[in-house]
């Protein structure tokens, strides 16, 4: 209960934030990108231009508006940095398009396209960003090992009390939206649009973060439409569409022997639809001291997935630096609730968890999945809970 009012308290913060910034925007200072030099032609370098006004945005003692008419603006990687902002709030109207160079290699030489370290009171309202990922997956699918790794399409590192609201990420090289090092932090009505080929193109990915809300989004890409990481605390996800993609995953966890831990995750009302994996926990085969608690997946439709319901704690991709080793990765309180739907595959439930750390306090309530219109199996290892009211596949905790 205490979870829950305390996101309610969040979400109800930036809906009032949100409604004071339209109401009050034609008294607050408003800085046009074009009065800076930007070019809504998509053929002229417009950084500088977003830049200086930025810098502007910062300098005021007021809450401020950056504003970008309709048009498509092209933009090389650039970081907004608030640790110098005077303003409290920066707003960042979005009615056009930020698209990247058609040269992969520009956005590939930086970690980041797009990037906000530092700041504060930030929201970004509409828009799209179109990364041109494509020629660089183009790349990895020939198994050219010269490919650059890519850069993350939207991050926000180190910042606090930020909001996305409305905004379309296409095509991303890796990550769409990053957040990380961050607190209090609300996502809602974005959409993510990649190829469900597409490699590492992560929908959203949150870690070392805490106080994250997700909420009302629609997320079509290749690999993790959300993805958890280490260090993330107080998360709250909800009305999320996913597919394709590989799912809602929390990890991996455990790569490292000193590792934060993940703790008071909630997800609720998600739909996955031909998905890799529904709700996954996945953690490298080697010592750590991390963990995984806290956690409840509440009211899913699954739609043709894979392994809806699954934790793998035997995470080794091309078996090196892990192979006979046991994730040290504890795994407890874990609920699953109200889910129902198909699987692609016979096994529709499986923990396969650590001999060193078993899974603990897993609860399977109400849970109802088929496979191919049949009785659906499951499969556990090293996993103690207990199951509530009708659950199919038949519980073997």
């Known amino acids: 209960m205490a979870k829950f009012f305390f996101h309610s308290y969040t979400l109800h913060y930036f809906i009032l934030l949100q409604l004071c910034i339209f109401s009050t925007s034609s008294a607050r200072p408003s800085i046009n990108v074009l009065n800076y030099g930007a070019k809504p032609n998509g053929i002229t370098d417009s950084t500088k231009a977003f830049l200086d006004a930025w810098t502007a945005a910062c300098a005021s003692a007021y809450s401020t508006m950056i504003y970008i008419p309709k048009g498509r603006y092209l933009l090389s990687p650039l970081v907004f940095q608030g640790d110098k902002c005077k303003s409290p709030a920066i707003t960042i109207r979005i009615d056009g398009t930020l698209v990247a160079p058609l040269d992969y290699m520009v956005l590939a030489k930086s970690e980041n396209w797009i990037n906000f370290n530092k700041v504060s009171g930030v929201s970004i309202i509409g828009g799209a960003l179109d990364a041109k990922g494509t020629a660089l997956w183009a790349c990895k699918a020939a198994g050219n090992y010269n490919c650059p790794t890519g850069a993350t399409t939207l991050r926000f590192t180190n910042s606090n009390n930020i909001s996305i609201n409305g905004l379309l990420s296409l095509n991303a ?14 996502v809602q009505r974005v959409r993510v649009l990649a190829a469900g080929d597409s490699p590492n193109t992560d929908g959203i990915h949150i870690q070392l973060s805490k106080s994250v809300t997700v909420m009302n989004s629609t997320i079509q890409t290749g690999d993790d439409c959300i993805s958890i990481g280490p260090g993330s605390e107080n998360l709250w996800i909800e009305g999320v569409r996913c597919g394709p993609g590989h799912g809602i995953s929390i990890g991996s966890l455990g790569k490292d022997v000193e590792e934060p831990g993940v703790r008071n995750v909630t997800v609720k009302r998600t739909i996955f639809a031909d998905t890799t994996n529904g709700f996954r926990i996945k953690s490298w085969a080697r010592p750590s001291n ?11 439709l699954m739609r043709n997935v894979q392994n809806p319901i699954v934790i793998d704690q035997h995470y080794c991709p091309h078996s090196l630096n892990c192979p006979n080793q046991e994730s040290g990765i504890q795994v407890s309180d874990v609920l699953y609730q109200g889910i129902r739907g198909s699987s692609a595959t016979q096994i529709a439930l499986k923990f396969d ?6 899974c603990k306090d897993i609860k399977l309530q109400d849970v109802n999945l088929t496979f191919l219109d049949q009785e659906a199996q499951s499969s556990c290892s090293n996993a103690d809970g207990k199951s509530l009211g009708r659950v199919l596949p038949e519980n073997c905790l």
């Open 290 to 300: 991390g963990f995984v608690q806290g956690v409840q997946f509440v009211g899913a």
């Open 173 to 186: 090289q890796m990550f769409h939206i990053a957040i990380n090092g961050c607190e209090n932090v609300i």
């Open 353 to 358: 968890c650590s001999s060193t750390n078993p």
